[in-house]
């Protein structure tokens, strides 16, 4: 079973992907301060596609843009749950 843990400070991240940045490794980093390589290896991705310059092979969504995704995704879900409470209603009112 995995460990829940809460997310890692945004500044702890930054301070990760600048390490590596400055020429350390994931995991020299990870046996340091306690954190997967693995972690610190997707948070320097996605500092990159954040950048605007993407390593090869990681492409995919800015933080920004997964932001506005689960926003619209929730938006998405409470209006379909409306149009369903409407529909139900006006069946029974015109029952």
């Not at 829940?4 to 945004?10: D, G, T």
């Not at 702890?12 to 992907?17: C, G, H, L, T």
């Not at 994931?26 to 610190?40: C, D, H």
């Amino acid at each position: 079973m995995s460990k829940v843990r809460p997310p890692y400070p945004a500044e702890f991240r930054q301070q990760m992907v600048e390490l590596v940045r400055a020429g350390r490794s994931p995991a020299e980093l990870s046996r340091e301060f306690g954190v997967t390589a693995q972690s610190i290896t997707n948070w320097v991705g996605q500092a990159a596609i954040d950048s605007g310059k993407p390593l090869p092979g990681k492409e995919g969504l800015t933080t920004a843009e997964r932001e506005e995704l689960v926003r619209l995704r929730r938006q998405l879900c409470q209006v379909q749950m409306e149009r369903d409470i409407l529909a139900k209603a006006t069946a029974w009112f015109a029952g």
